[in-house]
């Protein structure tokens, strides 16, 4: 007996139910995906990494020292405490933070720059790494202030006739608590903490997942912060000795006799420190709001509806025309749908091929924004929704044909993009390309229910069909796990595992119940391929990508004559 017979037979003897796992990020609906690069280009992107908290530290450090050394700020500091250098070493690391902030969103910017720098697929892990150091440098700023204001209030309460009293009369600020309401400082630096705090929270995982309009309309108060942020210094709330002051009054004759201040030595003279933020995130600010009109221009450009089709599971297939629309394999865009939601703009990745004459996306209905649009594309008596589309933009999957072996895993949804990649394949086929330069791919579908892969199986057919002709049967290597089944589809397969093509998909390559084994798949491939450069694309849940990634790391050899394992992850 076959031994793929045997194992659906002790599946069924055992009972023994397989559960897909839970799809975690934002838009596993959409099946968009943003980068994640293994190889040298993880090199690369860890090169930033060190060099961007080289920089973090550089600024703190310095900023730190300036104003816990510098005699500018002695008098502030013996009425403050060493607290006020902390507060303004946070607020320096948080000027470059917020400049970079916004750098990773530029879509265009990005695009426009990728062909030269691959490390740019990591900006929406780069973008959470600087919001996550604007948090910890709010923080430390929020709790400095907290020591300042409490130091203030003594200082202003002593009547000791004390030099930090005697300071804290030169200072014409309200006292103590009352700073964080009747200061521009302590205003603006609530608003934007509020801001910061709805930005963060929305942006978790659970929340992205299931309540996404939340997490789309509470990320634009952006605006609020950066509002918030350039007019934070304007009271120039801290304040430093003047110029002239410290020339008539330097600290280190005059700080001892404070009780004869006004009569043997002129009072020391003081000034705010003139607020800068703005000069940290002018340009990335400009950048942005030019990012947004090339946007705004591009989304109003007339997207026609050609074709509508409802598979299986609930997946809308839309295909569209929209002039001077260029696009590569792996791409994806975003699409807005005015008549379910004016704001909202959901990522879809583009399931067409470069070389057809349309482009097309694929939709699985997965919250309150899909299904509205779903449900408006299938009233057969009205009119198709008009939709605007920004697009396209370019992700890790475009680098598939650079890799003479292509390993091409998909979960559920997230096989959109390697639809692309495929048909693109039939069509190079087609037109005998000579210039492909991949030999071999392997591709894994991981679905939980039968109707998901209906969708896909017509193209597969296709590719097996051209295959053979071609005479290149070995070229494409594909299985399908099915992750969601009962004892009665187990036990239909293992009935008619005879029949030439599969009872599940129709296609000639049987259906696997349960995940994949990676670690005897990668072995597999390293022996097929002992000398051949791999790369491996995920477009799947993380802990999918964990598996894969360290597959990747195991399995590739330390020589680089021999087999090496290049790990791309496609996030949902």
């Not at 005699?71 to 507060?87: F, H, M, N, Q, V």
């Not at 959470?128 to 709010?138: D, E, F, G, S, W």
């Not at 210094?233 to 801290?238: C, D, M, R, S, Y």
């Amino acid at each position: 007996m076959p031994q793929y017979k045997v194992q659906l037979l002790n599946i069924l003897v055992k009972k023994k139910k397989v559960h897909t796992h839970t799809h975690t990020h934002t838009h596993t609906h959409t099946g968009e995906c943003v980068s994640e690069c293994g190889g040298w280009i993880h090199q690369q992107y860890f090169s930033v990494q060190v060099v961007w908290l080289g920089l973090n530290v550089f600024l703190f450090v310095h900023a730190f020292l300036t104003f816990e050394k510098s005699d500018k700020y002695y008098y502030t500091r013996e009425l403050i405490g060493s607290s006020l250098a902390w507060a303004r070493a946070s607020a320096r690391c948080l000027n470059f933070n917020s400049l970079l902030i916004l750098l990773p969103v530029c879509r265009n910017l990005l695009s426009f720059l990728r062909g030269s720098c691959s490390q740019l697929d990591h900006n929406l892990t780069f973008h959470k790494l600087v919001a996550y150091m604007i948090c910890l440098h709010t923080v430390i700023h929020i709790v400095a202030h907290l020591f300042n204001f409490e130091r203030y209030r003594r200082s202003c309460k002593a009547d000791d006739d004390s030099l930090a009293f005697t300071l804290s009369t030169l200072y014409p600020h309200e006292k103590g608590k009352h700073l964080t309401f009747t200061s521009i400082a302590g205003l603006t630096g609530v608003i934007i903490t509020l801001a910061l705090i709805l930005m963060v929270t929305s942006a978790t995982e659970f929340i992205r997942w299931c309540y996404f309009e939340v997490f789309w309309y509470a990320h634009h108060l952006f605006v609020i912060y950066f509002i918030g942020l350039v007019i934070h210094g304007i009271g120039g709330i801290v304040r430093g000795q003047t110029e002239d002051s410290m020339k008539e009054h330097p600290h280190s004759k005059c700080a001892e006799e404070y009780k004869d201040w006004g009569e043997h030595c002129r009072r020391p003279r003081f000034e705010g420190l003139p607020a800068d933020s703005w000069k940290w995130v002018l340009a990335p600010v400009i950048l942005y709001i030019f990012e947004r009109l090339i946007r705004f221009y591009r989304s109003r450009q007339k997207v026609v509806i050609t074709k509508a089709i409802l598979h299986p599971s609930r997946v809308l297939e839309l295909q569209m025309n929209k002039s001077d629309f260029r696009m590569e394999v792996g791409q994806y865009i975003f699409v807005n749908c005015p008549s379910v939601s004016f704001w909202e703009w959901h990522p879809f990745t583009l399931t067409s091929a470069p070389e057809e004459p349309f482009f097309s996306i694929h939709i699985r209905a997965a919250g309150d924004w899909t299904e509205s649009l779903i449900r408006a594309c299938e009233q057969q008596n009205s009119p198709m929704p008009r939709l605007e589309v920004d697009g396209p933009f370019g992700t890790a999957s475009e680098d598939v044909f650079q890799y003479e072996v292509a390993m091409l895993v998909g979960a559920g949804i997230g096989v959109t993009p390697f639809a692309s990649i495929l048909k693109s394949i039939w069509y190079k086929f087609r037109h005998a390309d000579h210039t492909l330069k991949t030999k071999t791919i392997y591709f894994y579908w991981i679905c939980r229910e039968t109707g998901a892969f209906a969708w896909f199986n017509d193209l597969l057919a296709s590719l097996e069909r051209e295959m053979e002709e071609c005479g290149k049967v070995g070229f494409l290597n594909y299985r399908l796990f099915l992750t969601g089944w009962d004892s009665n589809i187990a036990g239909h397969a293992a009935l008619h595992f005879d029949k030439s093509t599969d009872v599940v998909t129709g296609l000639k390559q049987k259906t696997s119940f349960g995940r994949p084994k990676w670690d005897n798949e990668f072995s597999a491939l390293a022996a097929a391929h002992p000398r051949s450069v791999v790369g491996v694309f995920l477009c799947g849940p993380q802990t999918l990508a964990k598996s894969l990634r360290r597959c990747c790391n195991h399995y590739s050899s330390l020589d680089p004559r021999k087999v090496r394992f290049y790990f791309n992850k496609e996030n949902f």
